[in-house]
């Protein structure tokens, strides 16, 4: 493995033996003495590399196998078969060397001590990564300020709120700066401040310390503030993997266009390769066809014959697009 | 609570238990062990001595009796931390808006509960005793109903001491202590491992004052014949007063922990 | 060395979060103490009218019951998180003992702190006052250096099969009901002296779920008795050795567990 290069991912398989159990009342009393089995593939023989520094978006639907897949790389879970390096190390041979290397947050569990301040869970952190004093109170400052714990610190976990829960669990899994950080639904959960600060952060850490970022989630305004790269997962299989940005130039056609027009001129003849999509009043929003004309020309022959108001290009939202995408509307003919 | 309402929970809670097979074999040999341990300790008292008859029971009169007070115990089960759940997540919140009385849910998902253990574990557990241990069980249709009535009226009893002992959710953030203190004095003063009838005269007194011995002790005896027919309407009129005794403990401290609620928001 | 200084001060947290709930500590040592004077006021019950268990007397049995205790309330001290493994791997909290660097078991070991084993210790030197008063055991020096030995064993059997029963639930997830039965129910059955059981009971309990060990066969050494049942006069002195294999059985268990997690997922 490059030095460059921070995770390698080949032909990475996982399957799952999942027993299924009948419905109702007789059904569940039938299970008792006989069940049925089935294999599942969560993840199917995936490739990826991701270089150091590289804040990347995981995404897919629910049981698109993301979760599967960073149980992997953590050394959670042996795959079925293929291999994974993660900073050069197996995850699953080396779980402890491995765990050593990363930072983890799963979004929906916290791994602070319930019952504690926070600051003894920090404190104990510190010990079972044998991080040395001076280095943690190095990274401890840092932290500190970046993430605004300094109220928090005397306060025992369970009376923190969802935000400021989340922010202690992600500076808890940075204590022994790792250089490879995984991040599972960290917004899921969170009011709109909330996410600011902690998207504010993960773009920070990334920026300045060069931790390379894997983050899944299911708010795409995380991807499209965040994420450089998106992989997108859809049945254990990757059907997208590049730049963020060139997915949207790629969808430039599923750009919107509002135009409004002045109530004298409201009625709007049919333009060829547009399509109105949906009418407010004398507000109209406008798609067209990619393999027409460009966007210019279609605002120049609107303009041309009609008296508008105001106009604006709607960006397609990387959340419209991969709706899309799951949806099938769009085939990915390349990725 | 409408009758309908009652058995939808009802059937609900069985259906959660019946989804751990796994559970409801464990829980057979769990009912087991203990009708094994105490069948074996009386055989090896009995065995001491010439006398067949101690404290009014005969050998068999005694294994009955460990039979059989354990397969009421069993069906007696029931998921004494539901209340204290809902107190600590917040959703008995949820109670106070539902048209339903929060007694009669609770009581319907222990039944629910109840029921599934009576079909997984008692009977198997009495089948495989019955096949194994010498056992009489007197077979008076009469018997049998007032039986009937007297176990309804035991497990109300237990429901509401449940009840009860959850609702202390309410002032206390940790309740295990009171829970292992009620099943302290409960699996002593119950007769569910020693009949009252061999306690000594000293503790006769305190064993009266307290309700425990009306939910499984008379039950059983009621069944297994050691009482005479003539006593069991004086047996079922004091369940029937612990019962209206626990109702009120039951509804003041519900009302208490309402209005804790409402003031204080949990 | 590091290791260890790690896992001391992982426990010495568990400690600081428990001592967070101070009012529940005295009442919950209050409420265990009360649920063993009712087992062992049962044992008088039953003794004041039987005299002797199997040609155990009151004294003999208080002594079995106080080496039971200490056996137990050391495995409490170090064993306690065992007990709710289950809900540890349902709700996914293994996985965050997995990204760690360290030892899975140690960590689910030393991660929390049950402060029963104050009330275990009680009762424990409670019980062996008045046994060896009421048995009049003669305590030699050998006897007293072996008294922690032997306790250090029935804490590896204790211990040992809570391991194992635990790392069930790798396979199930849901296993509360084995749990409770293997470590809560069974200990039903050294209560009393195991001769009162029939032969495959009490060959089971010797070499298949040897609790026998833990109290019933060292009982015979520090009583001086003559052995009884299958005992060899061997397996008096077996504890430890017997803690050891089962300890590291149960090891063995617990690793092909976390193989088997690391593979299906939860």
């Not at chain 1, 990564?129 to 001076?134: I, K, W």
């Given at each position: 493995?490059?030095?460059?290069i921070?995770?390698?991912?080949k032909?990475l398989?996982?399957?799952?033996?999942?027993?299924?159990?009948?419905?109702?009342?007789?059904?569940k009393?039938?299970?008792?003495?006989?069940?049925g089995?089935?294999?599942?593939?969560a993840?199917?023989?995936?490739?990826?590399k991701?270089?150091?520094?590289?804040?990347?978006?995981?995404?897919?639907?629910?049981?698109?196998?993301?979760?599967?897949?960073?149980?992997?790389?953590?050394?959670?879970?042996?795959?079925t078969?293929?291999?994974?390096?993660?900073?050069?190390?197996?995850?699953?041979?080396?779980?402890?060397?491995?765990?050593?290397?990363?930072?983890?947050?799963?979004?929906?569990?916290?791994q602070?001590?319930?019952?504690?301040p926070?600051?003894?869970?920090?404190d104990?952190?510190?010990?079972?990564?044998?991080?040395?004093?001076?280095d943690?109170?190095?990274?401890?400052?840092?932290?500190?300020?970046a993430?605004?714990?300094?109220?928090?610190l005397?306060?025992?976990v369970?009376?923190?709120?969802?935000?400021?829960?989340?922010?202690?669990?992600?500076a808890a899994s940075?204590?022994?700066?790792?250089?490879?950080?995984?991040?599972?639904?960290?917004?899921i959960?969170?009011?709109?401040l909330?996410k600011?600060?902690?998207?504010n952060?993960l773009?920070?850490?990334?920026?300045?310390?060069?931790?390379?970022?894997?983050?899944?989630?299911?708010?795409?305004?995380?991807?499209?503030?965040l994420?450089?790269?998106?992989?997108?997962?859809?049945?254990?299989?990757i059907?997208?993997?590049g730049?963020t940005?060139?997915?949207?130039?790629?969808f430039?056609?599923?750009?919107v266009?509002?135009?409004?027009?002045?109530?004298?001129?409201?009625?709007?003849?049919?333009?060829?390769?547009?399509?109105?999509?949906r009418?407010?009043?004398?507000?109209?929003?406008?798609?067209f066809?990619?393999?027409?004309?460009?966007?210019?020309?279609?605002?120049?022959?609107?303009?041309?014959?009609?008296k508008i108001?105001?106009?604006s290009?709607?960006?397609?939202?990387?959340?419209?697009?991969?709706?899309n995408?799951?949806?099938?509307?769009i085939?990915?003919?390349?990725? | 609570?409408?009758?309908e309402?009652?058995?939808?929970?009802?059937?609900?809670?069985?259906?959660?238990?019946v989804?751990?097979?796994?559970?409801?074999?464990?829980?057979?040999?769990?009912?087991?062990l203990?009708?094994?341990i105490f069948?074996?300790?009386?055989k090896?008292?009995?065995?001491q001595?010439?006398?067949?008859?101690?404290?009014?029971f005969?050998?068999?009169?005694?294994?009955?009796?460990?039979?059989?007070?354990?397969?009421?115990?069993i069906?007696?089960?029931?998921d004494?931390?539901?209340?204290?759940?809902k107190v600590?997540?917040?959703?008995?919140?949820?109670?106070?808006?539902?048209?339903?009385?929060?007694?009669?849910?609770?009581?319907?998902?222990?039944?629910?509960h109840s029921l599934?253990?009576?079909?997984?574990?008692?009977?198997?557990?009495v089948?495989?005793s019955?096949?194994?241990?010498?056992?009489?069980?007197p077979?008076?249709?009469?018997?049998?109903?007032?039986?009937?009535?007297s176990?309804?009226?035991?497990?109300?009893?237990?429901?509401?001491?449940?009840?009860?002992?959850?609702?202390?959710?309410?002032?206390?953030v940790?309740?295990?202590?009171?829970?292992?203190?009620?099943?302290?004095?409960f699996?002593?003063?119950?007769?569910?491992?020693?009949?009252?009838d061999f306690?000594p005269e000293?503790?006769?007194?305190?064993?009266?004052?307290?309700?425990f011995?009306?939910?499984?002790?008379f039950?059983?005896?009621i069944?297994?014949g050691?009482?005479?027919?003539?006593?069991?309407?004086?047996?079922?009129?004091?369940?029937?007063?612990?019962i209206?005794?626990?109702?009120?403990?039951?509804?003041?401290?519900?009302?208490a922990?309402k209005?804790?609620?409402?003031?204080?928001?949990? | 060395?590091?290791?260890?200084?790690?896992?001391?001060?992982?426990?010495?947290?568990?400690?600081?979060?428990?001592?967070?709930?101070?009012?529940?500590?005295?009442?919950?040592?209050?409420?265990?103490?009360?649920?063993?004077?009712?087992?062992?006021?049962?044992?008088?019950?039953?003794?004041n009218?039987f005299?002797?268990?199997?040609?155990?007397?009151m004294?003999?049995?208080?002594f079995?019951y106080?080496?039971h205790a200490?056996a137990?309330?050391?495995?409490?001290?170090?064993?306690?998180?065992?007990?709710?493994?289950?809900?540890?791997?349902?709700?996914g909290?293994?996985d965050?003992v997995l990204?760690?660097?360290?030892?899975p078991?140690?960590?689910?070991?030393?991660?929390?702190f049950?402060?029963?084993?104050?009330?275990?210790?009680?009762?424990g030197?409670?019980?062996?006052y008045?046994?060896?008063?009421?048995?009049?055991?003669?305590?030699?020096?050998?006897?007293i250096?072996?008294?922690?030995?032997?306790?250090?064993?029935?804490?590896?059997?204790?211990?040992?099969?809570?391991?194992?029963?635990?790392?069930?639930?790798?396979?199930?997830?849901?296993?509360?009901?084995?749990v409770?039965?293997?470590?809560?129910s069974?200990?039903?059955?050294?209560?009393?002296?195991?001769?009162?059981?029939?032969?495959?009971?009490?060959?089971?309990?010797?070499?298949i779920?040897?609790?026998?060990?833990?109290?019933?066969?060292?009982?015979?050494?520090?009583?001086d008795r003559?052995?009884?049942g299958?005992?060899?006069p061997?397996?008096?002195?077996?504890?430890?050795?017997?803690?050891?294999?089962?300890?590291?059985?149960?090891?063995?268990t617990?690793?092909?567990?976390?193989n088997h997690?690391?593979?299906?997922?939860?």
């Open positions: 493995m490059q030095d460059n921070a995770i390698e991912v032909g398989r996982k399957e799952f033996k999942v027993s299924s159990s009948g419905k109702g009342f007789l059904g009393l039938q299970a008792l003495f006989h069940r089995h089935k294999i599942i593939t993840v199917n023989d995936i490739d990826f991701i270089r150091r520094g590289e804040f990347v978006g995981y995404v897919g639907e629910n049981g698109a196998g993301k979760s599967t897949t960073i149980k992997m790389l953590t050394g959670i879970l042996v795959p078969s293929g291999t994974a390096e993660v900073n050069g190390i197996v995850p699953y041979k080396d779980r402890k060397k491995n765990a050593a290397k990363i930072g983890v947050v799963f979004g929906q569990r916290t602070l001590w319930w019952d504690l926070v600051r003894e869970s920090f104990l952190l510190r010990v079972i990564f044998r991080v040395s004093r001076s943690f109170d190095r990274q401890m400052a840092k932290l500190e300020k993430l605004g714990l300094r109220p928090l005397e306060m025992p369970r009376k923190l709120s969802l935000g400021q829960r989340m922010r202690c669990d992600i940075l204590i022994h700066n790792p250089p490879v950080l995984f991040l599972d639904e960290p917004t959960g969170l009011d709109v909330a600011q600060s902690v998207r952060f773009s920070e850490i990334n920026r300045t310390e060069g931790t390379t970022i894997i983050l899944t989630t299911h708010d795409m305004n995380d991807i499209e503030q994420c450089k790269r998106l992989i997108i997962l859809e049945e254990g299989k059907i997208f993997d730049e940005e060139f997915l949207k130039q790629k430039v056609h599923e750009k266009i509002e135009v409004e027009f002045y109530e004298d001129d409201c009625v709007m003849q049919g333009i060829p390769g547009v399509t109105v999509v009418e407010q009043g004398c507000k109209k929003w406008l798609t066809d990619s393999d027409g004309s460009g966007i210019g020309e279609v605002i120049g022959t609107i303009a041309s014959q009609y108001k105001d106009i290009v709607k960006e397609p939202s990387v959340e419209s697009i991969i709706r995408i799951y949806d099938n509307r085939k990915l003919s390349t990725s | 609570m409408k009758p309402l009652f058995f939808k929970f009802a059937s609900i809670s069985f259906q959660k238990q989804t751990y097979r796994f559970d409801c074999f464990v829980g057979i040999v769990n009912g087991f203990y009708v094994f069948t074996s300790l009386w090896a008292l009995y065995s001595f010439d006398t067949t008859v101690h404290n009014g005969t050998l068999t009169a005694i294994t009955t009796y460990a039979v059989l007070v354990m397969a009421v115990r069906s007696f089960t029931m004494d931390s539901i209340i204290y759940r600590m997540d917040g959703s008995i919140a949820m109670e106070l808006i539902r048209p339903t009385s929060f007694f009669f849910m609770n009581l319907a998902e222990n039944v629910g599934f253990h009576i079909m997984a574990r008692t009977f198997p557990v089948i495989i019955l096949l194994l241990f010498d056992i009489s069980i077979l008076e249709p009469v018997r049998l109903l007032v039986f009937i009535f176990f309804f009226a035991g497990y109300i009893l237990i429901s509401m001491l449940n009840f009860a002992a959850g609702l202390l959710a309410f002032w206390f940790e309740i295990f202590p009171f829970m292992l203190f009620k099943y302290a004095l699996t002593f003063f119950s007769g569910g491992i020693v009949p009252i306690f000293f503790l006769k007194p305190l064993v009266n004052f307290l309700p011995q009306y939910m499984l002790y039950p059983t005896v069944l297994t050691r009482v005479p027919m003539a006593e069991v309407p004086s047996i079922i009129i004091s369940q029937l007063m612990w209206l005794i626990m109702g009120v403990i039951c509804s003041l401290m519900w009302n922990g209005k804790k609620l409402v003031i204080q928001g949990g | 060395m590091e290791t260890i200084r790690i896992y001391l001060t992982l426990f010495a947290t568990s400690i600081k979060a428990r001592m967070e709930y101070k009012a529940s500590f005295l009442f919950y040592i209050f409420a265990i103490m009360t649920f063993y004077i009712g087992q062992i006021g049962l044992l008088f019950v039953l003794l009218r005299h002797q268990i199997k040609g155990w007397t004294g003999e049995m208080v079995l106080s080496l200490f137990y309330g050391f495995t409490n001290l170090i064993f306690s998180q065992l007990i709710n493994f289950d809900k540890m791997v349902v709700d909290e293994f965050r990204v760690r660097p360290l030892s078991l140690g960590q689910v070991i030393f991660s929390k049950e402060v029963s084993t104050a009330a275990h210790l009680i009762i030197f409670t019980a062996l008045f046994g060896t008063h009421l048995a009049g055991i003669e305590w030699t020096l050998r006897k250096l072996l008294f922690p030995v032997i306790v250090g064993g029935g804490v590896l059997i204790a211990g040992g099969i809570r391991l194992a029963v635990t790392a069930v639930a790798f396979w199930t997830l849901r296993n509360r009901s084995l409770h039965t293997v470590i809560f069974s200990k039903e059955f050294i209560n009393y002296p195991v001769n009162i059981y029939n032969m495959g009971m009490q060959f089971f309990l010797t070499f779920f040897p609790i026998a060990f833990i109290n019933f066969y060292p009982a015979h050494f520090f009583l003559s052995g009884e299958l005992l060899h061997a397996l008096e002195m077996g504890t430890p050795i017997v803690g050891i294999i089962v300890f590291i059985v149960s090891v063995f617990w690793k092909v567990g976390v997690y690391q593979s299906t997922g939860s």
